[in-house]
Nanobody, 120 residues
Framework: QVPVAESGGGLVQAGGSLRLSCAAS????????MGWFRQVSGKEREFVAS????????AYGDSVKGRFTISRDNAKNTVYLQMNSLKPEDTAVYYC?????????????WGQGTQVIVSS
């Protein structure tokens, strides 16, 4: 198992920045893809960004490209989501997930989520 826990959510004004953290644990993290997703109540979960512990090019959802950056600190077993130029439509609960390479997000380990509210 790969327990993950998000932190760093909060209230921010439009145009501001926020950094989310996802702390993961486990001996085989290098075999996992880490992802950030977000969900607004009543809507489907939306892919935000993903990155491999072992390196490679991160992937981003179209709505956050150029504004959000995903990164990882292998020494701290932590993945970050730096969110800049935030918009009210970025308001959502943000979830971190760990998916074993070659499997889908549906079978990933998920955190409890952290709320982000962007005021206009």
């Amino acid at each position: 198992q790969v327990p993950v826990a998000e932190s760093g959510g909060g209230l921010v004004q439009a145009g501001g920045s926020l950094r989310l953290s996802c702390a993961a644990s486990g001996r085989t993290l290098s075999r996992y893809m880490m992802g950030w997703f977000r969900q607004v109540s009543g809507k489907e979960r939306e892919f935000v960004a993903s990155i491999r512990w072992s390196g490679g090019t991160p992937a981003y959802g179209d709505s956050v490209k150029g504004r959000f950056t995903i990164s990882r600190d292998n020494a701290k077993n932590t993945v970050y989501l730096q969110m800049n130029s935030l918009k009210p439509e970025d308001t959502a609960v943000y979830y971190c997930a760990a998916a074993f390479l070659g499997t889908g997000w549906d079978t990933a380990y998920w955190g409890q989520g952290t709320q982000v509210i962007v005021s206009s």
